[in-house]
């Protein structure tokens, strides 16, 4: 079925994308179907317009940093500006050079062939629409998730115009489905697609509906400054993106991400307390109840595995919620590191949170010199007990699971073993050229 769609997708003419956004009102007439893609739109056409917009997005992108940097009050931190500039926006490698000039000759030999295979195309594309109509009709003995989802797709792939009538018929029956004891993500698809096409679909209808119904409400978040509204469309949409690559058994991992995503922002808002209310924790430990977490190595723990594939399974991720004693010193070792060297920098600012550095001087009465040795001497002990972890052979998760962490443990002794190197990038910049713009083969 894919396969079919896939095909149609690059046979059919591609359709000017619509808005996500959901109308505040449902229409007063009966639920219908009209296609929201002009039908004499031309793939050339389409093309332009996203090239267009494109480069309209990196013009305002380049303001929006140059607004940033030269800001006043907007850098209290004394950050200085990307290195890198847009060098890797333009950047190709240079071993590809080669791969890219056959890949121009086989491009161009497609486009020969293409001109041959017009009337094929033509053909072809019949068989398949018949084929999806087919697929479509049969769908009704198919679970509500599956039928929505062949939907959705069908609609992201710009090909819903060819079907309006299947599509009517299959959300007229969908309409009238019980979603109660449904998931989450299948009450989403539900909802959204119902109230896409003009049904009244109430937000207040029991407590699934009512929380997708907030969760449409933060995705529009009108009230938001403009700076909020961006980020937050940029968060979603790389959650769609990735959604989008995972195969329907595996969707259920993003709900996993988005719970660690939430709780580190919860994390910010508490260190921003802390610093707008000049708060010390009155020890490293309640301090830790915050910063442990505010670092985000949890999130890049649930992050590493959502691609992995059959090696990561629910148990994996239920493993990686629980925050295991692996994952609690992988974060812990982050925020020490950090501490110890961002703290020079950190005490010039005017407003700062406070480091376990501050808590542990608070806690112990003792000077900044003895509270970083201390500080220094929990890190080591915290790396016995996060390498403890990765060799105990009774744990319960595979290699490959524990591979992710202990790499992620190792990066984060990189960037701050020595200097803040996240921060003051030009100290990497060296090791950053060899990988990325010179590297060398390994045969």
């Not at 068989?127 to 769908?139: A, N």
């Not at 148990?315 to 812990?332: H, Q, Y």
């Not at 040795?373 to 007990?385: G, M, R």
Request: charged share 25%; aromatic share 10%; glycine share 4%.
């Amino acid at each position: 079925m894919q396969t079919s769609l896939m095909v149609m997708a690059s046979t059919f003419p591609g359709q000017p994308p619509q808005s996500s956004g959901l109308s505040a009102a449902a229409p007063v007439s009966g639920p219908s179907v009209t296609s929201w893609r002009r039908r004499g739109d031309s793939a050339s056409r389409c093309l332009r317009r996203v090239q267009r917009n494109s480069a309209l997005h990196s013009a305002q992108a380049r303001s929006d940093h140059l607004d940033i940097i030269d800001g006043d009050g907007l850098n209290p931190g004394g950050f200085h500006p990307s290195i890198w500039g847009d060098f890797f926006l333009h950047h190709s490698n240079p071993a590809d050079f080669e791969e890219q000039q056959c890949l121009s000759i086989i491009q161009y030999a497609r486009l020969l062939e293409y001109c041959f295979e017009q009337a094929w195309m033509l053909k072809r594309a019949e068989v398949l629409k018949e084929e999806v109509r087919s697929i479509i009709s049969r769908s009704i003995t198919l679970s509500l998730h599956q039928r929505l989802h062949l939907i959705e797709t069908i609609e992201r792939l710009c090909l819903d115009y060819l079907f309006e009538e299947e599509i009517s018929i299959a959300l007229a029956e969908a309409s009238t489905a019980d979603v109660n004891d449904c998931d989450l993500q299948t009450v989403a698809l539900w909802f959204y697609l119902l109230r896409k096409h003009g049904y009244r679909v109430s937000s207040g209808k029991d407590d699934p509906i009512s929380n997708i119904w907030t969760y449409m409400q933060y995705l529009c978040a009108n009230d938001l400054p403009e700076c909020m509204k961006f980020a937050l469309r940029k968060i979603f949409y790389s959650y769609h993106i990735i959604e989008d690559e995972l195969a329907n058994m595996e969707r259920y991992r993003m709900m996993y991400l988005r719970n660690f995503t939430l709780d580190l922002v919860r994390c910010f808002n508490a260190e921003v307390k802390m610093r707008e209310d000049g708060y010390v924790p009155k020890s490293v430990e309640e301090h830790l109840q915050v910063s442990l977490r505010s670092g985000g190595c949890h999130l890049l723990s649930c992050a590493s595995l959502v691609g992995m594939d059959d090696i990561a399974t629910k148990d994996s991720f239920d493993w990686i919620s629980s925050m295991p004693k692996m994952v609690t010193r992988l974060c812990i070792i982050l925020r020490l590191l950090d501490d110890l060297q961002t703290y020079e920098r950190e005490r010039k600012m005017t407003l700062h949170v406070a480091s376990t550095i501050d808590s542990y001087m608070k806690e112990h009465n003792v000077s900044i010199e003895i509270a970083r040795e201390k500080v220094v001497e929990l890190k080591e002990e915290t790396w016995k007990d996060f390498n403890a972890e990765w060799l105990n052979p009774e744990n319960s998760q595979p290699k490959q699971i524990l591979n992710r962490i202990f790499n992620l443990a190792r990066t984060m002794e990189f960037f701050y073993n020595k200097d803040d190197n996240f921060t003051n990038c030009h100290n990497i910049k060296d090791k950053i050229h060899s990988l990325f713009v010179e590297p060398f083969t390994i045969m």
